[in-house]
């Protein structure tokens, strides 16, 4: 009751504004300035500082999120900057509402595990670098938020640009690997390549419109084709949520990145392009079947390419960053899902569409940093992510691998944990889009209802494959005895992340009623009498979720009970008589997707490296092979590269370093222009 | 009602699938209840754990087996709704079997045996591959009957008129397929085999033993009972007395019973390297059936 009080007076037209207006320029002003003595912090306190800063601005901002979260029907708060250049508006509605509470959950998490993380690098890192870090981080925060909450473009465009810059800095956090270098500016050019086309998007409204703001579009969309404009927004906004075949960043950024940040990083700042298609959606007014279908085939290509990626791949962190493509497809699948409701004009597709893909980017961005800050987890006790390695980690980190088991489930969309909640939601929507549309339609969500299957049994195939060889079995190299369980700063955010994780599965009305007020709000749908029709169904999955816990946990004690009072015997594996087995026999990773990488040959190759025996070569000498997976896409993109390194090398054959030539090239540019003018072709 | 008749149709299933067969290789074969006293045998005996195990190994079958009895809490008896019915609850029944799948896979791995994980890695690969048949078959019901819900597809199903004979046809066909997949038995895999190398199912409880085993061994037989029942709903028209529905049901579940171990008897076991063309070819018969639907609804010509 105070909170609504204090924002409802917050709004333009209520009394004591100016007061207010000044108030909350220092709120929103102040982590700015703060963040900035992170860089001159000492280093004891330095990382407690960053802490406190970081759950400063995620209450600053929880607040009105919440706010505007709980009571849709107020509109959207606004707060204005003053300065002497002008005012800028912040603003919050349900959509930004939403995000910023999952933005700042993540992001806190990260922060939290990033202590723990960060401890081995103390004494190989400089001062200096580590502060950059923090600062770098913070950053991130910062322009995740100021993304969510501005309006005006240039505003916006600025603060993309300084996401995509404070992510590159914190990707660059291990630069002198050569690799990761190469990665973060490849990461770096990427981003731009998407801003440039935002900027394009943007500019075309303006010459329309003479504004170039979110609010402009609105009377762009009303009197253009809708289309082509929304299509340059997607393929912006799309290389950053990384919709195949604009990933190519994403599964090299992410494993090179430390794991908090990857773990934020793909939970959330990809999520930034989300939120920008949506955003762009809700101005939108017609061609709705057209984007509706561009957007769900183009995401269940991505869900079901990602996912086969991934399968083949043998290093844990890419592999996680595979997943999150496939997740991206998954909620780009319940978001086309609703624009085609739309079009239909069938508000339960809207409800059911949005409503499952908003509900998964919440759950991505809990189990995708719980999975990311397990691997790291691993990774820092056993300095390889290589999986082909690894093996036997549940003995030495119990607590991990249960955590890593329980995000990998929920990330396979598996009951009674939160995944399956969103994915539900989408497949109603399909099932019930199957008999509303027309032939076409129908067959199109019959195809989608078939690959969000398929994306389900494929992630089951990779999940089982990397905690099967990473956590079971036994170490494939030689062990290192001191590997000791993560230490509990790196635990607690991954408890709380699974705590949340098993409460969306178990009671997931409390979750699903907001976003569905969210999704009325962003569309004018009205009342929401449609939450009464969804009630009964995720109430009896929360029961069922429920009796599921129960009965296992009554058998278990029925076992307990029993095993008791029986002798229990250990002993080896069956080895089918052969006793001198060692672990690098055991079942590798890629042995393991084998038979489903033959399958799917001609779409994932594979590079082989190798050096063939000779007829002649009677005693072999030693040898390596290697066999890596090839991205399609990516050595797609580098042949277009290369041919366009090919023409601009013909070109710097002009750049001779002679000050004569170039002084000739003006000559000879001013006597093209006085030919042309001459022949009045100019 | 269909948990309690399921239940009780798991008590002599797999021991008629393994009576037909016997009778038919000429012996007389063990008598039907043979496999529930080996089941009760394992119920006494203490487990022999390997210690390479950890505590997955210790949970999954319990977990496995819980998720079974979770799906056939889901599944209507013709006329009787289920205990819990919702939109899109075959969804969760497709999940539910996935997690207690899952859970089977990584306690194969949990062993470190090159054998069960060459099993795992097949029965991944192969419910990765059966699902979208089951995905399509329900999809197509739910575009012929209008419902998402199983309860309301299958009483609809019933009055569909002659149309549903065909579709029933290929939907108990789909289903009875998807069951054998499911279970690893014949056209997949081959129950009897006795070469590691070329087991599925049997491969990945090598090392499950005594009270364990004897969960997996309940898991298997509640399977096939709960495909019967899936199978009984397109049959049993839901207006016909409860009893004499009851005793439908035992002859479903008989005559499916027989119908494996004839499948068994005469079929020999397809190479490991086509069984994926087996599969999907179950998925490009759903979509005959969903062709069939859209010519039926008039969507394709009106």
Same mark, same amino acid.
């Given at each position: 009751?105070?909170?609504?009080?204090?924002?409802?007076?917050?709004?333009?037209?209520?009394?004591?504004?100016?007061?207010?207006?000044?108030?909350?320029?220092?709120?929103?002003?102040?982590?700015?300035?703060?963040?900035?003595?992170?860089?001159?912090?000492?280093?004891?306190?330095?990382?407690?500082?960053?802490?406190?800063?970081?759950?400063?601005?995620?209450?600053?901002?929880?607040?009105?999120?919440?706010?505007?979260?709980?009571?849709?029907?107020?509109?959207?708060?606004? !707060?204005?900057?003053?300065?002497?250049?002008?005012?800028?508006?912040?603003?919050?509605?349900?959509?930004?509402?939403?995000?910023?509470?999952?933005?700042?959950?993540?992001?806190?998490?990260?922060?939290?595990?990033?202590?723990?993380?960060?401890?081995?690098?103390?004494?190989?890192?400089?001062?200096?670098?580590?502060?950059?870090?923090?600062?770098?981080?913070?950053?991130?925060?910062?322009?995740?938020?100021?993304?969510?909450?501005?309006?005006?473009?240039?505003?916006?465009?600025?603060?993309?640009?300084?996401?995509?810059?404070?992510?590159?800095?914190?990707?660059?956090?291990?630069?002198?690997?050569?690799?990761?270098? #190469?990665? $973060?500016?490849?990461?770096?050019?990427?981003?731009?390549?998407?801003?440039?086309?935002?900027?394009?998007?943007?500019?075309?409204?303006?010459?329309?419109?003479?504004?170039?703001?979110?609010?402009?579009?609105?009377?762009?969309?009303?009197?253009?084709?809708?289309?082509?404009?929304?299509?340059?927004?997607?393929?912006?906004?799309?290389?950053?949520?990384?919709?195949?075949?604009?990933?190519?960043?994403?599964?090299?950024?992410?494993?090179?990145?430390?794991?908090?940040?990857?773990?934020?990083?793909?939970?959330?700042?990809?999520?930034?392009?989300?939120?920008?298609?949506?955003?762009?959606?809700?101005?939108?007014?017609?061609? !709705?079947?057209?984007?509706?279908?561009?957007?769900?085939?183009?995401?269940?290509?991505?869900?079901?390419?990602?996912?086969?990626?991934?399968?083949?791949?043998?290093?844990?962190?890419?592999?996680?960053?595979?997943?999150?493509?496939?997740?991206?497809?998954?909620?780009?699948?319940? =978001?086309?899902?609703?624009?085609?409701?739309?079009?239909?004009?069938?508000?339960?597709?809207?409800?059911?569409?949005?409503?499952?893909?908003?509900?998964?980017?919440?759950?991505?961005?809990?189990?995708?940093?719980?999975?990311?800050?397990?691997?790291?987890?691993?990774?820092?006790?056993?300095?390889?992510?290589?999986?082909?390695?690894?093996?036997?980690?549940?003995?030495?980190?119990?607590?991990?691998?249960?955590?890593?088991?329980?995000?990998?489930?929920?990330?396979?969309?598996?009951?009674?944990?939160?995944?399956?909640?969103?994915?539900?939601?989408?497949?109603?929507?399909?099932?019930?889009?199957?008999?509303?549309?027309?032939?076409?339609?129908?067959?199109?969500?019959?195809?989608?209802?078939?690959?969000?299957?398929?994306?389900?049994?494929?992630?089951?195939?990779?999940?089982?494959?990397?905690?099967?060889?990473?956590?079971?079995?036994?170490?494939?190299?030689?062990?290192?005895?001191?590997?000791?369980?993560?230490?509990?700063?790196?635990?607690?955010?991954?408890?709380?992340?699974?705590?949340?994780?098993?409460?969306?599965?178990?009671?997931?009305?409390?979750?699903?009623?907001?976003?569905?007020?969210?999704?009325?709000?962003?569309?004018?749908?009205?009342?929401?009498?449609?939450?009464?029709?969804?009630?009964?169904?995720?109430?009896?999955v929360g029961i069922m979720g429920l009796i599921l816990i129960g009965l296992i946990v009554v058998v278990l004690f029925i076992r307990h009970g029993i095993l008791r009072k029986r002798e229990n015997q250990y002993g080896p594996t069956w080895g089918c008589g052969y006793t001198a087995g060692t672990s690098r026999q055991q079942?590798?990773?890629?042995?393991?997707?084998?038979?489903?990488?033959?399958?799917?040959?001609?779409?994932?190759?594979?590079?082989?490296?190798?050096?063939? =025996?000779?007829?002649?070569?009677?005693?072999?000498?030693?040898?390596?092979?290697?066999?890596?997976?090839?991205?399609?896409?990516?050595?797609?993109?580098?042949?277009?590269?290369?041919?366009?390194?090919?023409?601009? #090398?013909?070109?710097?054959?002009?750049?001779?370093?002679?000050?004569?030539?170039?002084?000739?090239? $003006?000559?000879?540019?001013?006597?093209?222009?006085?030919?042309?003018?001459?022949?009045?072709?100019? | 009602?269909?948990?309690?008749?399921? =239940?009780?149709?798991?008590?002599?299933?797999?021991?008629?699938?393994?009576?037909?067969?016997?009778?038919?290789?000429?012996?007389?074969?063990?008598g039907i209840m043979q496999p529930w006293r080996n089941i009760l045998l394992l119920l006494r005996k203490g487990n022999v754990i390997s210690t390479t195990t950890s505590y997955i190994f210790r949970l999954a079958p319990t977990i496995y087996l819980c998720t079974i009895l979770c799906a056939i809490l889901l599944l209507p008896?013709?006329?009787?709704?289920?205990?819990?019915?919702?939109?899109?609850?075959?969804?969760?029944?497709?999940?539910?079997?996935?997690?207690?799948?899952?859970?089977?896979?990584?306690?194969?791995?949990?062993?470190?045996?090159?054998?069960?994980?060459?099993?795992?890695?097949?029965?991944?690969?192969?419910?990765?591959?059966?699902?979208?048949?089951?995905?399509?078959?329900?999809?197509?019901?739910?575009?012929?009957?209008?419902?998402?819900?199983?309860?309301?597809?299958?009483?609809?199903?019933?009055?569909?008129?002659?149309?549903?004979?065909?579709?029933?046809?290929?939907?108990?066909?789909?289903?009875?397929?998807?069951?054998?997949?499911?279970?690893?038995?014949?056209?997949?895999?081959?129950?009897?085999?006795?070469?590691?190398?070329?087991?599925?199912?049997?491969?990945?409880?090598?090392?499950?033993?005594?009270?364990?085993?004897?969960?997996?061994?309940?898991?298997?037989?509640?399977?096939?009972?709960?495909?019967?029942?899936?199978?009984?709903?397109?049959?049993?028209?839901?207006?016909?007395?409860?009893?004499?529905?009851?005793?439908?049901?035992?002859?479903?579940?008989?005559?499916?019973?027989?119908?494996?171990?004839?499948?068994?008897?005469?079929?020999?076991?397809?190479?490991?390297?086509?069984?994926?063309?087996? =599969?999907?070819?179950?998925?490009?018969?759903?979509?005959?059936?969903?062709?069939?639907?859209?010519?039926?609804?008039? #969507?394709?010509?009106?």
């Amino acid at each position: 009751m105070f909170i609504n009080s204090i924002f409802q007076s917050t709004l333009p037209s209520s009394k004591g504004f100016t007061l207010q207006v000044l108030m909350e320029s220092y709120t929103i002003l102040a982590p700015v300035i703060l963040s900035f003595f992170i860089l001159v912090m000492p280093s004891r306190i330095r990382y407690y500082y960053t802490l406190c800063l970081t759950i400063i601005i995620a209450l600053i901002t929880a607040i009105p999120a919440f706010n505007a979260l709980l009571n849709p029907v107020n509109g959207p708060l606004i !707060f204005f900057i003053g300065g002497a250049i002008g005012t800028l508006p912040f603003i919050v509605d349900s959509l930004s509402g939403f995000f910023i509470l999952v933005t700042n959950f993540a992001v806190l998490a990260g922060m939290v595990y990033s202590q723990g993380y960060l401890k081995p690098y103390r004494e190989s890192k400089s001062p200096a670098q580590l502060a950059l870090h923090n600062f770098s981080f913070v950053w991130l925060h910062i322009s995740m938020l100021a993304v969510l909450m501005l309006r005006d473009g240039l505003p916006f465009l600025i603060a993309w640009e300084l996401m995509a810059v404070s992510s590159f800095m914190l990707v660059l956090f291990e630069a002198e690997k050569r690799k990761t270098l #190469k990665t $973060a500016v490849n990461y770096l050019i990427q981003m731009h390549v998407g801003l440039f086309l935002l900027v394009i998007a943007f500019l075309l409204c303006e010459a329309e419109t003479g504004q170039m703001s979110f609010d402009s579009l609105r009377s762009y969309f009303s009197s253009h084709s809708n289309f082509p404009l929304f299509l340059l927004f997607f393929a912006g906004f799309g290389i950053k949520a990384g919709f195949i075949p604009l990933h190519t960043w994403l599964p090299e950024a992410h494993p090179a990145a430390p794991s908090h940040v990857s773990g934020v990083m793909s939970g959330v700042m990809i999520k930034m392009g989300i939120y920008g298609i949506v955003r762009v959606l809700t101005y939108t007014q017609s061609d !709705f079947l057209t984007i509706g279908l561009t957007i769900i085939v183009v995401s269940s290509i991505t869900g079901l390419l990602g996912v086969m990626m991934a399968i083949v791949q043998h290093d844990l962190k890419k592999l996680l960053a595979y997943h999150s493509i496939e997740n991206i497809g998954i909620i780009g699948i319940g =978001i086309g899902l609703g624009t085609i409701g739309l079009g239909l004009h069938q508000p339960v597709l809207v409800f059911l569409g949005f409503t499952g893909g908003l509900l998964h980017v919440l759950n991505h961005s809990l189990f995708k940093p719980l999975l990311f800050f397990s691997a790291g987890s691993v990774y820092q006790a056993y300095h390889t992510r290589n999986i082909e390695q690894l093996g036997g980690v549940i003995h030495k980190m119990p607590q991990t691998a249960g955590l890593f088991l329980l995000g990998a489930l929920s990330i396979c969309g598996l009951p009674p944990f939160n995944g399956f909640i969103s994915e539900l939601l989408i497949y109603v929507g399909l099932i019930k889009g199957l008999s509303v549309g027309n032939v076409y339609q129908s067959i199109t969500f019959l195809l989608i209802l078939i690959s969000l299957a398929l994306i389900g049994g494929l992630a089951i195939l990779c999940f089982t494959k990397a905690f099967g060889v990473v956590f079971l079995g036994t170490n494939r190299s030689t062990p290192n005895p001191e590997v000791r369980e993560a230490e509990k700063g790196m635990l607690i955010p991954q408890y709380a992340i699974g705590i949340l994780i098993i409460l969306i599965g178990v009671v997931p009305m409390v979750f699903i009623s907001p976003i569905v007020a969210v999704v009325s709000k962003m569309f004018n749908l009205g009342p929401t009498v449609f939450l009464d029709s969804l009630f009964p169904v995720f109430t009896q999955v929360g029961i069922m979720g429920l009796i599921l816990i129960g009965l296992i946990v009554v058998v278990l004690f029925i076992r307990h009970g029993i095993l008791r009072k029986r002798e229990n015997q250990y002993g080896p594996t069956w080895g089918c008589g052969y006793t001198a087995g060692t672990s690098r026999q055991q079942y590798t990773a890629t042995a393991y997707a084998a038979t489903f990488a033959e399958l799917a040959h001609p779409i994932l190759p594979e590079q082989q490296e190798y050096e063939a =025996i000779q007829e002649e070569e009677i005693f072999p000498k030693n040898r390596s092979f290697s066999q890596n997976p090839i991205d399609v896409f990516k050595s797609a993109l580098n042949k277009i590269i290369d041919l366009i390194m090919i023409l601009l #090398k013909k070109i710097a054959r002009l750049q001779t370093g002679n000050i004569q030539h170039y002084i000739l090239y $003006a000559f000879v540019f001013i006597l093209i222009i006085f030919v042309l003018l001459y022949l009045h072709i100019l | 009602m269909g948990f309690v008749l399921v =239940i009780a149709a798991a008590l002599f299933f797999p021991g008629i699938i393994i009576r037909v067969k016997s009778l038919l290789s000429g012996r007389k074969g063990p008598g039907i209840m043979q496999p529930w006293r080996n089941i009760l045998l394992l119920l006494r005996k203490g487990n022999v754990i390997s210690t390479t195990t950890s505590y997955i190994f210790r949970l999954a079958p319990t977990i496995y087996l819980c998720t079974i009895l979770c799906a056939i809490l889901l599944l209507p008896f013709p006329g009787v709704p289920s205990l819990l019915g919702f939109e899109g609850d075959f969804v969760l029944f497709a999940y539910m079997l996935a997690l207690g799948k899952f859970l089977f896979i990584i306690s194969a791995m949990d062993t470190g045996s090159s054998f069960e994980g060459m099993g795992a890695s097949r029965e991944a690969l192969y419910s990765m591959l059966a699902e979208p048949a089951f995905f399509i078959l329900f999809g197509t019901l739910a575009l012929l009957t209008g419902f998402s819900s199983m309860q309301p597809i299958f009483d609809s199903f019933q009055f569909a008129g002659h149309n549903s004979f065909i579709l029933g046809f290929i939907a108990v066909y789909l289903l009875i397929q998807i069951a054998m997949i499911e279970n690893s038995r014949m056209p997949i895999d081959d129950p009897k085999t006795h070469l590691e190398l070329t087991m599925i199912h049997e491969v990945m409880i090598l090392d499950h033993s005594g009270f364990d085993l004897a969960l997996i061994h309940i898991g298997t037989a509640l399977k096939f009972s709960m495909y019967g029942l899936l199978i009984a709903n397109f049959l049993i028209p839901p207006q016909f007395p409860l009893i004499i529905r009851i005793l439908l049901f035992f002859v479903v579940q008989v005559t499916m019973a027989v119908l494996i171990g004839l499948m068994e008897s005469f079929r020999a076991r397809k190479k490991l390297a086509k069984n994926p063309q087996f =599969i999907v070819t179950l998925s490009s018969i759903g979509l005959v059936a969903f062709i069939l639907v859209l010519l039926i609804t008039f #969507k394709m010509i009106g």
